[in-house]
């Protein structure tokens, strides 16, 4: 058998939303990044059945259950055999872990669908580009989230920090890989508080639909500072960022997507000296991104535990030809 009891193997980053959540769902750029320091992992054997088995034991599910042709995750494998033009597979164990912490915005489950799909792809021996990977967990993504922008699946699979804006319907997103200048320092402090990003982007259709022109002028406003944001990246102006930030989490807190969680733990963090901080990702929960430097990174991090921080994870962005991941 051309397969046998080989395990094929591959990982996806997790990802943080430096700018841009939230008005990204309604056209404007938002900027994103790879966070290597939590990461996804799937491995695919051989089964002799025929049928697709998920073994995801750190993750709170469980194989062979009657549900497990339906899952997400099986179409996706059944989609990117499609895809590959593979017919006739036997079938597979599929086993995903992931030390990313699940529902808080950074991407666990683009990352565990991105990981599936190049460990399938591997399996059978072949390579798919990123915007193969990234297309095909698109789907999973839209039974997670609803109506999903397209960011964290493109983010996990490019693994470099990417600008992205969706286009008009019909049309490709844009996708741009960006360079930063400098050594970047990020604090990510987790509230421990899970929040679906489905909810609260649900929620925020609901009150964009009461409110449409109040909404916009907040997503265009934010659709600036990412645009500042990316001059200041590019041009290594750590103090502007930092004050852009600020400015994007308040906006973030019009559009109601904050919590009392969210808003201490970014406060404590510019009190303890961060250049700046805000939530990142779906909101409601999860959680907050504090720009520091190394001089500042341990008065940061203490402040962020002291304020309720369940974890807090530092990354780097270094450069690469790329344009660089954090680790
Ligand atoms: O998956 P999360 O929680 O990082 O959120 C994704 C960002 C949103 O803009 C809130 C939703 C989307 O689909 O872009």
């Known amino acids: 058998m051309a397969n046998g009891a080989r395990e094929a193997r591959a990982t996806a980053p997790g990802k943080v939303i430096l700018c841009g959540e939230h008005a990204v769902v309604y056209g404007q ?16 054997v051989a089964i002799e059945d025929g049928r ?7 993750i709170g599910e469980r194989d062979s259950s009657p549900a497990d042709a339906d899952h997400p995750f099986a ?8 895809a590959l033009g593979v017919t006739g597979s036997t079938g597979l164990r599929i086993t995903l872990t992931s030390t990313i912490p699940v529902a808080s915005g950074m991407g666990s489950g683009a990352a565990l669908g991105a990981a599936l799909v190049k460990a399938v792809a591997l399996h059978h021996r072949r390579l798919l580009r990123p915007p193969e990977v990234s297309a095909l967990v698109y789907q999973s993504e839209r039974y997670y989230h609803g109506t999903p922008s397209g960011i964290d699946n493109t983010v996990v699979s490019f693994a470099q920090p990417i600008w992205y804006q969706r286009m008009s319907p019909g049309r490709p997103a844009l996708i741009e890989p960006i360079t930063a200048l400098g050594h970047w320092t ?11 990003t489905r909810s609260t982007v649900g929620a925020l259709r609901e009150r964009w639909t009461a409110d449409p022109a109040r909404h916009d002028t907040i997503f265009m406003a934010i ?29 973030l807190g019009e559009l109601g997507v904050s919590s009392p969680e969210l808003d ?32 500042n990174a341990g008065a940061v991090e203490t402040a962020l535990k002291a304020a309720g921080a369940v974890r807090v994870i ?9 344009g660089g991941v954090l680790v």
């Open 29 to 44: 750029p938002a900027i994103a990044l790879p966070v290597e320091a939590v990461v996804a992992t799937a491995s695919v």
């Open 52 to 58: 697709i088995v998920l073994d995801m034991p750190d």
């Open 75 to 82: 179409r996706l494998a059944r989609a990117t055999l499609a």
């Open 186 to 196: 990020l604090l990510l402090g987790d509230t421990g508080v899970r929040s679906p």
């Open 223 to 251: 659709g600036e500072i990412v645009r500042a944001a990316r001059r200041a990246m590019e041009g290594g102006d750590e103090v502007t960022m930092g004050a852009l930030l600020n400015q994007n989490h308040a906006l």
């Open 264 to 295: 201490r733990l970014a406060a404590a963090a510019t009190d303890a000296g961060a250049g700046g901080a805000k939530l990142s990702g779906g909101g409601g929960g999860g959680i907050m991104l504090a720009l520091v430097t190394s001089q």
């Open 314 to 322: 530092e990354t780097r962005l270094h450069q690469s030809g790329q």
